[in-house]
């Protein structure tokens, strides 16, 4: 659901409930364009005000979030003028989507102040703006001058100003008389489209449920509606609209969040919607995962061109390599040319373009036609194809020792660019970057400075239906741990001939057939191949499982293994999926 105003409006209400009279007792700034106030009021409650261009929002949320080691100068600037402060009001501006926070706070001298944090919530355009009770912008999480926009600077010490506000109706302005005049020169459009060009906050998802709410069909044109009923029944709607709080999550078929309302939707009648306690809770529920993986992305994007820049590189470099042993017929040919020529060197013409003598080296000694160059004497032709056979033999055998090394290198990258998908914290990036290091790919610190040592990323934890243990890693390092330092007698387990997680069941008794067939889930889930309809899982006790010296980072070899083939239904991800996230 777009955080639109209509949405906005259930939102402002519950955080009105919840967080009003509330101090605030701690702030942090987990990512660039996010921060998160703790506030304790009734309870104590974690207020998530995000200006992310494609997931911007206000929310109380339970997620928890990584804080970077140096907090970022807004968020110090935000400590300084909102570290215990209370929060006295918050509105919505016009039922659009801007939500204000007003803060009693004391200014350095102790006397008493009023500062208005503005969360703007305007897609690519969206930010969060700190000002004090003159209006004078004190800090932006994003700063917008006048080259950026002709329309509106966002600076420090400049004043705060609204951004300009369309000319349609708000809240408190949807009367019966003030809807049928605004509709009615919109006759040629279909109601949604009306609602949502002149009332404000309306997205387009919930124009069409305003309409099927007041019984109107949302498909036909304006001009078929009768108006003068109309208008009274969409006025009464708004007007309810408050009391209809009764927040929901839509799911799929699998069991995947697909969207939330701030009430059940007729628009997606017969689809699961579960009822939630909160809206807050709604996008929770909504947004698990998703936020984590889109600032994952964003953090890893530049790691993620080098690897597949790499990737190309080397795919270019083994088709070369297997070019060159293709033509591994021709090295043969050269040689075999060579010595017809030299046997029946006297019998040569000089100057000849070419000759032809029987093949002594295939049954019956059939003719062969020899290229030759007229320039040279048949012994020199004769040179020249041993020279090309030796060249030839020389380039096969370096392709076929490059060959080993490019599959190895293969093998790490797609494994790098597998792992990458699975990063939840900074120091599962960064075990990532340590090993493309470690492996050549990446350069290691120019400066000369002895890098810090990164902190470990932790492994997923899983437990079974019968309460054992499953742990897997996310990147090569964290599966080099994982299983070295596991007991003899534990299963590991890894998906066959494939880039992918190393899974460790916990305990050294024999598992069920429950803990085994979900360890075969995650390994297969947690590898590259996790798409396929079938997919081979070889498991084994973990002291057959070996690591060769020198070898890259999770690169094993095992014995004494079996194989479970696994099968992932549409089911079976979205519940890993929400089990990897919680």
């Known amino acids: 659901m777009p955080m639109d105003g209509f949405t906005l409006s259930f ?20 990512e660039r364009d996010a921060v998160v106030l703790t506030v304790r009021a009734t309870a104590t409650h974690r207020l998530l005000l995000s200006a992310n261009p494609s997931q911007a929002r206000a929310q109380l949320t339970r997620q928890t979030y990584e804080n970077p080691a140096e907090p970022p100068m807004f968020c110090m600037l935000m400590r300084k003028h909102l570290g215990g402060a209370r929060i006295s009001d918050i509105r919505q501006i016009a039922g659009d989507r801007i939500l204000t926070l007003v803060f009693d706070c004391l200014d350095e001298m102790g006397d008493p102040v009023q500062k208005t944090l503005t969360l703007e919530l305007m897609g690519r355009h969206s930010n969060l703006i700190l000002t004090d009770e003159r209006g004078t912008i004190l800090d932006a999480i994003r700063h917008v001058n006048a080259e950026m926009s002709r329309v509106r600077t966002v600076l420090p010490g400049g004043v705060y100003r609204l951004p300009p506000q369309p000319d349609k109706l708000a809240p408190d302005e949807l009367t019966a008389s003030a809807i049928e005049q605004r509709l009615a020169p919109l006759s040629s459009l279909t109601l949604p489209k009306a609602l949502a060009t002149c009332v404000s906050g309306m997205a387009a998802v919930c124009a069409r449920e305003v309409c099927l709410q007041v019984g109107a069909d949302p498909d036909v044109p304006l001009s078929a509606l009768a108006l003068d009923a109309l208008a009274p029944r969409l006025a009464g709607f708004f007007a309810q609209a408050p009391s209809m709080a009764a927040p929901v999550v839509l799911y ?91 046997a029946h060197l006297y019998e040569l013409p000089k100057g000849a373009a070419s000759v032809t003598l029987p093949n002594d080296y295939e049954p019956g000694s059939p003719e062969v036609v020899i290229p030759l160059s007229p320039m040279l004497t048949p012994s020199q032709n004769a040179q020249s194809y041993y020279k090309k056979y030796r060249k030839s033999r020389l ?27 699975k990063c939840q914290t900074n120091a599962d990036l960064s075990e990532i970057r340590q090993a493309l290091t470690e492996s050549g790919f990446l350069r290691p610190d120019a400066s000369g400075r002895k890098a810090k040592k990164p902190a470990q990323g932790k492994p997923y934890r899983f437990v079974s239906e019968t309460g054992v243990m499953i742990e897997v890693g996310k990147n090569s390092l964290q ?20 880039p992918g997680s190393h899974v460790i069941i916990r305990t050294e008794e024999e598992p069920d057939d429950a803990t085994l067939l979900l360890a075969g889930k995650l390994a297969a889930y947690f590898s590259k ?43 079976d991800m979205a519940a890993l999926q929400r089990l990897s996230q919680s």
């Not at 059940?264 to 809206?279: D, E, I, R, V």
């Not at 599966?479 to 387990?493: F, I, P």
């Open 11 to 30: 939102l402002e209400r519950e955080l009105r409930r919840q967080l009003v009279g509330g101090r605030v007792d701690r702030l942090a700034q987990p």
């Open 529 to 571: 191949g996790r798409q396929h309809p079938q997919l081979a899982v070889d498991y084994t006790r973990r002291k057959y499982v070996k690591k060769a010296p020198n070898a890259p980072a999770g690169f094993v070899t095992y014995t004494h293994f079996k194989t479970l083939i696994i099968g992932l239904s549409p089911q």
């Open 395 to 421: 380039a096969e055998q370096y392709a076929r020792q490059q060959l080993t090394g490019i599959e190895r290198d293969l093998t790490i990258l797609e494994s790098a660019l597998d792992d990458l998908e």
């Open 252 to 342: 799929d078929d699998a069991g995947q969040a697909l969207d939330f309302f701030a009430f059940p939707y007729a628009s997606y009648q017969g689809a699961p919607q579960k009822p939630m306690p909160s809206l807050s809770e709604a996008m929770d529920a909504f947004y698990l995962g998703r936020d984590l993986r889109l600032r994952m992305q964003q953090r890893g994007a530049g790691l993620q061109k080098h690897i597949k820049s790499a990737l190309e590189r080397t795919e270019k470099k083994k088709a070369i390599m297997l070019d060159t042993l293709r033509q591994s017929d021709r090295t043969v040919q050269n040689r075999v040319f060579g010595d017809l020529l030299t």
């Open 479 to 498: 599966n080099d741990r994982l299983t070295l330092h596991a007991r003899g007698n534990e299963t590991w387990l890894h998906a066959q001939n494939l």
